[in-house]
């Protein structure tokens, strides 16, 4: 099966529980988490993951369970796949 990639990226005011409840609505969906990054700068939390959405059966509703957690804790979070992030960011 190939892999398919997307990244995510999450920002926000540091509060706790943004990792547990965007890592768990990823693992709900069937995504693996392949590589994560994550820093507080002052009190904004910043978040860049790549992960595999080879088994992810309904991307619509990833989508959905992410805006919940982006409305819930007023957060942003972005999810491309990665070919187009790095078609958009290529020098």
């Known amino acids: ?14 509060q706790v529980g943004i990792i547990a409840k965007v890592t768990t609505a990823l693992a709900d969906n069937q995504l693996n988490v392949l590589d994560i990054s ?6 904004f939390f910043t978040m860049m993951m790549i992960v595999d ?3 992810a059966a309904d991307l619509e509703k990833l989508q959905a369970d992410l805006e919940k ?10 999810m491309q796949r990665e ?9």
Not at 69 to 78: R, S
Request: aromatic content about 2%; glycine content about 2%; cysteine-free.
């Open 83 to 91: 070919d187009i992030f790095q078609s958009m960011h290529r020098i």
């Open 1 to 14: 099966m190939e892999q398919k990639r997307a990244v995510i990226t999450v920002v926000g005011k540091d």
């Open 69 to 78: 957690i982006e409305q819930d804790m007023q957060l942003q979070i972005d």
């Open 53 to 55: 959405l080879s088994r």
């Open 38 to 43: 994550q820093t507080i700068l002052q009190d």
